[in-house]
């Protein structure tokens, strides 16, 4: 389920993308500031897989890799990485990778295995399911800064999935996301409006309008989703291109 191009979007107001906009996550250092830690939290659950996949495929053993990325959030916190970020004005994902390799490289002559299980934990890393993800990576014909882009384009896309799934839960209508989800993708061959309807007992025209509705607040979430990660309203279109384009390689 992709937003749909030929949309307009919708309008962004100042406050929706102040509360909304990573720069929220660049007073994380300050204790009492209300939600910066766990936007904070949200993109290293955001990043943490592309940046592992961007390590396994530069040869690291998963054991290492999995070292790498908790080490390197670990200094992204503890050098406030996220303050350089929002002086340079450039796209988050791009600044991220940056840091990562320049981190790769100065860690290359150091003893990691040394250090595994030392240290703050800063984020939950599950080593088992990432690599069974891993290794169903387009491997052999990609580069790693392809790779990332690719991993961090599916991740936001399955986040704003989440949040609609988890909207409609809170709503009472599981079986209303599910049943109009299955006419998205297309899991049934004979999934059609009517059909879904009769199962709902709703009428084929009630049906389109939710699916409608569905894609619309989809669209939305992506957005916010996004917004996360720019330096301006202005850019999240362009960021929403870039995703479309980094997941059809």
């Keep these: 389920m992709l937003p749909q191009q030929e949309q ?8 929706w993308f102040t509360t909304t906009h990573w720069s929220v996550v660049l007073a994380a250092r300050q204790p009492d500031t209300p939600g910066a830690q766990q936007a904070l939290e949200r993109l290293c659950r955001t990043y943490w897989y592309p940046l592992y ?13 999995q070292d790498l990325t908790q080490a390197f959030f670990e200094r992204v916190l503890a050098r406030n990485y996220f303050d350089q970020a929002d002086r340079e004005k450039g796209r988050f994902r791009a600044f991220l990778l940056a840091r990562l390799k320049h981190f790769m ?3 290359r002559d150091r003893d990691r295995a040394a250090k595994r299980g030392g240290g703050a934990t800063v984020l939950s890393l599950d080593a088992q399911t990432a690599e069974e993800r891993y290794r169903l990576e387009p491997l052999d ?29 809170d709503g009472g209508k599981g079986e209303l996301y599910q049943q109009l989800n299955a006419l998205e993708t297309g899991e049934e061959r004979d999934h059609t409006y009517a059909e879904v ?16 509705r569905l894609r619309r607040r989809y669209g939305e979430l992506l ?10 309203a202005s850019e999240i279109d362009q960021e929403i291109r870039h995703l479309m384009a980094a997941i059809a390689d």
């Design 8 to 15: 307009s979007a919708p309008s962004l107001s100042r406050d």
């Design 223 to 232: 957005r916010q989703e996004i917004a996360q990660t720019v330096a301006t």
């Design 197 to 212: 309807g009769r199962r709902l007992g709703m009428s084929e025209d009630a049906i389109k309008s939710a699916v409608v």
């Design 53 to 65: 996949v961007f390590i396994r495929h530069q040869g690291c053993s998963p054991e290492d890799a």
């Design 141 to 169: 014909r990609m580069a790693p800064d392809r790779l990332y882009e690719r991993r961090w384009a599916f991740t936001v896309l399955a986040q704003a999935r989440e949040r609609l799934w988890q909207e409609f839960l």
């Design 105 to 107: 490289s100065d860690q």
